[in-house]
């Protein structure tokens, strides 16, 4: 037979505050240093990113002149709509590259080494172009968004206004011809019921 063992139970309490603060002191080297070094790392990693500029345009839109109670029906797609058609027009593939090939500009040079020009064409559309609706900063009013906002990303800024100034522009030409588009569509519409009454 053995002989009984005696077990003697002891207690830990809670660390407090004074305790925290003893781990502290000794272990602060272990605190300090991955802190020192990543305040390194970032400071090192913000100097060596390169800079990425935004400009942007809002571009004001006109309601039609004729009520939409008198000519129902006619070319009264919602705004959405219809920037979302004019954005696909204007940002495909082939307006894009030649945007990036225009001898002015001569965007993504890095890119280009590296990759074909229909995949920087669609990183540029995906990723440093937006096209949005305005949303105005007192709220919304009643009638909808009246304006919507082009937006692009680059590395420099004066080629980022540029870019930016170019697919206005082409906003503006297509915007021109759908209004006119538009207009005769209108004046048929008009004329023919004004020969049936």
Not at 12 to 32: A, C, G, K, N, T
Not at 128 to 152: C, E, H, M, W
Request: aromatic share 8%.
């Amino acid at each position: 037979m053995g002989s009984p063992q005696n077990y003697v139970t002891v207690t830990r309490r809670q660390p407090d505050i004074e305790d925290y603060i003893d781990m502290l002191r000794r272990y602060r080297s272990w605190v300090i240093g991955p802190t020192f070094a990543g305040l390194v790392i970032a400071v090192v990693v913000a100097f060596c990113w390169p800079d990425t500029y935004e400009s942007r345009a809002v571009m004001r839109i006109i309601p039609q002149a004729v009520p939409a109670n008198l000519v129902e029906g006619v070319g009264m797609a919602s705004m959405s709509q219809r920037l979302d058609q004019m954005t696909a027009q204007i940002l495909g593939r082939t307006a894009l590259m030649n945007i990036i090939q225009e001898p002015a500009l001569d965007l993504y040079k890095k890119e280009r080494a590296h990759l074909t020009l229909d995949e920087v064409a669609e990183t540029m559309r995906t990723k440093a172009i937006k096209v949005n609706l305005y949303d105005a900063p007192g709220g919304s009013t009643n009638r909808g968004a009246q304006a919507f906002v082009i937006r692009f990303r680059y590395t420099d800024r004066f080629k980022s206004q540029q870019v930016v100034r170019e697919i206005t522009g082409k906003f503006e030409e297509v915007n021109f011809a759908l209004q006119q588009t538009q207009a005769s569509t209108t004046a048929h519409f008009l004329t023919d019921e004004l020969k049936k009454a």
